[in-house]
């Protein structure tokens, strides 16, 4: 990564912890200067809306309104609405606070009108007063699908509904044949000014899969000329946040760093991992290897890993061969 202050950096983001990331990308770079590329294959139609999860989270998080107990949804909430609707028999197991019911309306209009999902996200963006790019993956519809035991199951039925009780036998990502890649996106990636990739401490089967599954980015990723660190997700054979380790558990793989690296493969330069997992950082093959304190608890633990991370991808270079 160059020294210059103006470098950009894309970084690709599920929700929570890949969220929390970009925040601290967010507070460790100049105005302009960070891009999230975020997952769309959670987003959804419930009671009439178009539901972006992974969106909002980044946006939110971005914003500083985030509920900072839940790591999704805004801080300050009321349900008023949820409410009532429990009151006359409607559907409740998807919460939506009052707050955040605003914006999924407000986006449902946009989109009926005939506004793409990208031109949408970026004025609410704007509106939330966030300094960084937050690019869908895709402006075409891409639906996670969760093959279970109990048979296929749309994402939020399966993480939210079920509260990912169905043991996983594997996931696709529905319409990711047809979608066509967010221009913006690769618009980052073929920007001169752009530094370095980050791959957040997201789910690798839910939150990044179906953002490397659209035709073309996989490929304009590989093509890069700039480091690509990823972030490590799994924490001492456990997931920081969320059903990660479950899911492996299910598909037969034993949860650890290790696999992180061999999941993202070729596409790696670099792999962050915890200091709890110090004893994994020779065995690892491929990237180099940094090991730090990745557990984001407040705000300065993210300023301080975004930093770390920075400073890495600085003093990697892009690795030969590929
Ligand atoms: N997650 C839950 O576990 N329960 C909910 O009721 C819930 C509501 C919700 C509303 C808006 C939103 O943007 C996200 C929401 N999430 C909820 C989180 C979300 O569905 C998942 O964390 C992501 O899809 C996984 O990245």
């Not at 020294?3 to 990308?25: D, I, Y």
């Not at 605003?102 to 609410?124: K, M």
């Not at 939330?128 to 690019?135: N, P, Q, S």
Request: glycine share 10%; aromatic share 6%.
């Amino acid at each position: 990564m160059n020294e210059e202050r103006s470098s950009k950096v894309l970084a690709l983001s599920g929700g929570v912890g890949g969220a929390k990331l970009a925040s601290g990308l967010h507070a460790a770079l100049p105005p302009g200067r960070l891009g999230v590329l975020v997952n769309t294959g959670d987003d959804f139609a419930h009671l009439g809306l178009s539901i972006c999860p992974d969106l909002d989270t980044v946006m939110y998080t971005l914003a500083g309104v985030v509920n900072p107990e839940t790591g999704w949804g805004r801080a300050g909430e009321s349900w008023a609405f949820m409410e009532a609707l429990a009151a006359i028999g409607g559907e409740t197991w998807f919460r939506l606070g009052d707050k955040d019911m605003a914006v999924h309306v407000e986006r449902t209009r946009r989109l009926r009108a005939g506004a793409s999902l990208s031109a949408v996200t970026a004025d609410l963006c704007r509106r939330f007063g966030i300094a960084a790019a937050v690019l869908p993956m895709s402006d075409d519809p891409v639906s996670t699908v969760v093959d279970s035991d109990e048979g296929s199951l749309a994402f939020q039925d399966y993480f939210v509904r079920r509260r990912c009780e169905p043991r996983v036998r594997g996931f696709r990502f529905q319409g990711v044949e047809a979608a066509r890649p967010n221009p913006d996106a690769l618009a980052w990636l073929a920007d001169p000014d752009l530094a370095a990739i980050v791959i957040g401490p997201s789910n690798p089967f839910v939150s990044i899969a179906p953002i490397l599954a659209v035709p073309g980015l996989r490929d304009a990723l590989m093509r890069r000329r700039v480091p690509l660190v990823a972030v490590s997700p799994i924490v001492g054979g456990q997931a920081i946040k969320g059903p990660a380790a479950k899911m492996m558990d299910e598909l037969g793989i034993r949860p650890s760093a290790a696999w992180v690296a061999e999941q993202y493969g070729d596409l790696l330069d670099g792999l962050v991992i915890d200091e709890l997992d110090r004893g994994l950082a020779d065995s690892i093959r491929g990237p180099r290897v940094l090991v730090a304190q990745t557990v984001m608890r407040d705000a300065a633990d993210r300023t301080r890993l975004a930093g770390e991370v920075l400073a890495f991808a600085r003093g990697l270079e892009r690795r030969p061969g590929r």
